[in-house]
């Protein structure tokens, strides 16, 4: 926003257009402006701002050094060409400027969204971590641009059912919000700084085939729900310890790999 572009010849319109593959899709434009020059007494800086030859906003005099967005509030569609004109005012002695643009295009997925249970609980986890990952938008769609880390399942609704944070930079406690995630198949949260015990709500993922917490500073015994599970072959329980420092009378404890 500290720098903005001008019309060539200073007494012409600012003009820029793109025309859609359909004239059916939809845009939504969000024009920024700010005032980067210091106007003497005897100047001024005012426009209108035209679509299509039509009046889409104006007139505006952008603010010296802060930001003024003009944004359509409803989809533009039903038109082979978009144009738009910066035009100065009969009284403005300074041509249009604009500072910057974005245009976004409406895509329909056919994809479902993720089951909003999971997304409460995964944005939770990310909170509860401050995870520092570029998870945007829904978690599971579209495919292509699943969250880093996730894996889901599409049969009906989408679930989110692999949970992958290994070096992370994880530290306190493992978060009840991980039994949210009740599809969850699969669970690393290895390589961490996680402490504190083996929570009894991770018994509750009747799902989970793997879990692993190698490499983390968990204390204590392994609740009897999983060692059960582990025994049976319905879980692959990963717990080495970093240091083992635990209490020799618990039978079921943090077994190496």
């Not at 198949?185 to 996680?194: C, K, M, P, T, V």
């Not at 879990?211 to 329980?237: A, I, Q």
Request: net charge negative; with cysteine; glycine share 8%.
């Amino acid at each position: 926003m500290s720098t903005a572009a001008t019309p060539i010849n200073a007494s012409a319109p600012f003009q820029f257009y793109w025309g859609p593959d359909n004239v059916d899709d939809k845009f939504y434009i969000y024009m920024h402006f700010s005032e980067v020059e210091i106007l003497a007494e005897n100047e001024t800086r005012t426009f209108n701002i035209f679509m299509n030859g039509k009046l889409f906003y104006g007139p505006l005099t952008p603010g010296y050094l802060t930001t003024n967005t003009i944004y359509a509030k409803s989809a533009l569609t039903g038109a082979t060409r978009y144009l738009f004109s910066l035009a100065k005012t009969g009284t403005s002695t300074l041509p249009p400027i604009i500072n910057a643009m974005e245009i976004y295009k409406v895509i329909d997925f056919p994809q479902s969204e993720t089951e909003q249970d999971d997304v409460d609980a995964i944005t939770n986890i990310k909170n509860a971590y401050g995870v520092d990952r570029n998870w945007q938008g829904d978690p599971c769609g579209p495919v292509a641009y699943i969250w880093e880390g996730l894996n889901c399942s599409y049969d009906n609704t989408p679930r989110i059912t692999s949970l992958n944070l290994s070096s992370s930079g994880l530290t306190g406690q493992i978060s009840s919000f991980i039994s949210e995630l009740t599809m969850l198949q699969y669970l690393d949260l290895s390589n961490n700084s996680l402490s504190g015990s083996l929570p009894d709500f991770l018994t509750q993922l009747q799902s989970l085939k793997v879990l692993n917490l190698v490499n983390n500073n968990l204390t204590g015994p392994v609740p009897g729900g999983l060692v059960e599970r582990s025994k049976e072959g319905s879980l692959s329980l990963r717990l080495k310890k970093k240091s083992i420092g635990l209490n020799a009378s618990l039978k079921y404890a943090f077994f190496p790999l």
